[in-house]
């Protein structure tokens, strides 16, 4: 009485699988666009600062997370000693490193 024959028409079965991979297309696309924006830039930076911070040696004018300037000291498996001062040394944990500044020579 109140449905016109447009509508009852319409009302048919639905479109199967072609629904279905419209629906998904979207979400892959917004999905590949994160990936490649966001997830693998940080991957790369989190790659380069593992890479610097592995190639520290004795010498190298660095750059802690907190801003401190020091001179490498001494080299540990976890820690680096810096030299930020007269006679001021800092103990820090080697992934603190923000920054290396200058290279030094190779150490003999």
């Keep these: 009485m109140f449905v016109?024959?447009?509508y009852a028409q319409a009302a048919?079965?639905?479109g199967g699988m072609d629904a279905i991979l419209i629906q998904l297309?979207?979400?892959l696309l917004i999905f590949a666009i994160m990936y490649f924006l966001v997830m693998r830039p940080q991957q790369q930076r989190i790659k380069a600062h593992q890479m610097m911070v592995a190639?520290?040696?004795r010498g190298d004018q660095v750059?802690?997370?907190g801003g401190v300037l020091g001179k490498i000291v001494k080299v540990e498996d976890a820690e680096v000693t810096l030299d930020v001062g007269e006679g001021v040394k800092m103990r820090v944990v080697r992934h603190m490193i923000q920054?290396?500044?200058s290279k030094s020579e190779?150490?003999?």
């Design 25 to 27: 297309v979207p979400l």
């Design 106 to 108: 190779p150490a003999q």
């Design 63 to 65: 750059v802690t997370s």
């Design 4 to 6: 016109t024959q447009a």
């Design 55 to 57: 190639n520290l040696k």
């Design 12 to 14: 048919g079965g639905g």
């Design 99 to 101: 920054e290396v500044r």
